[in-house]
T-cell receptor
Framework: EPEVTQTPSHQVTQMGQEVILRCVPI?????FYWYRQILGQKVEFLVS????????KSEIFDDQFSVERPDGSNFTLKIRSTKLEDSAMYFC???????????FGPGTRLTVT | RKEVEQDPGPFNVPEGATVAFNCTYS??????FFWYRQDCRKEPKLLMS???SGNEDGRFTAQLNRASQYISLLIRDSKLSDSATYLC?????????????FGRGTSLIVHP
């Protein structure tokens, strides 16, 4: 069964550093997403990506964040100048035509120290 | 006002029990509704979409009440493996936005 993969599974970084989180969505999916979940809190939408551009983004997704699809398979989230409050689980997801039916990757746990 | 609200639980039930969760949403323009399950420290997994007429998938039944702006999930004959957090997800239809809003989830614990 096709699945979304994410690397690394755990990333530890120092405050102020840049991190890149990587995702490989399901190959025939068209829509890609990033979410974050702070420990004990709800899943929060960050950004959606379609046809090689951002289609929607939330208030959380400010200038500190960027996304890219550098090739036909990878989808990346870059966080510049990380802050302590960026510590969270970051999930990538993808969907086909039915955008609400999303398939999530296993997540990257980001710890900012 | 919270956009998607769920009773956090936990709901603690014996195996074989029937349990129901509700989820209320504030945006009347919401169009699509889903239930996901999330195991501890794992990713959300799609459980089922919720259709206007209600739908069933094995032991799971989902209902939508647009007038009262809530959706429900009924689990019959609970199994130990049903223990998880159940997330209600709502997507709007206004202005072409598809940003999904997740509820905080309802925790279910099924015990022997």
């Amino acid at each position: 069964e096709p699945e979304v993969t994410q690397t690394p599974s755990h990333q530890v970084t120092q405050m102020g550093q840049e991190v890149i989180l990587r995702c490989v969505p399901i190959s025939n999916h068209l829509y890609f997403y990033w979410y974050r979940q702070i420990l004990g809190q709800k899943v929060e939408f960050l950004v959606s990506f379609y046809n090689n551009e951002i289609s929607e983004k939330s208030e959380i997704f400010d200038d500190q964040f960027s996304v890219e699809r550098p090739d036909g398979s990878n989808f990346t989230l870059k966080i510049r100048s990380t802050k302590l409050e960026d510590s969270a689980m970051y999930f990538c997801a993808s969907s086909g035509d039915r955008v609400g039916e999303q398939y999530f990757g296993p997540g990257t746990r980001l710890t900012v120290t | 006002r919270k956009e998607v609200e769920q009773d956090p639980g936990p709901f603690n039930v014996p195996e074989g029990a029937t349990v129901a969760f509700n989820c209320t949403y504030s945006n009347s323009a919401s169009q699509s509704f889903f239930w996901y399950r999330q195991d501890c420290r794992k990713e959300p997994k799609l459980l089922m979409s919720v259709y206007s007429s209600g739908n069933e998938d094995g032991r799971f039944t989902a209902q939508l009440n647009r007038a009262s702006q809530y959706i429900s999930l009924l689990i019959r004959d609970s199994k130990l493996s049903d223990s998880a957090t159940y997330l209600c997800v709502v997507t709007p239809s206004s202005g072409g936005s598809y940003i999904p809003t997740f509820g905080r989830g309802t925790s279910l614990i099924v015990h022997p």
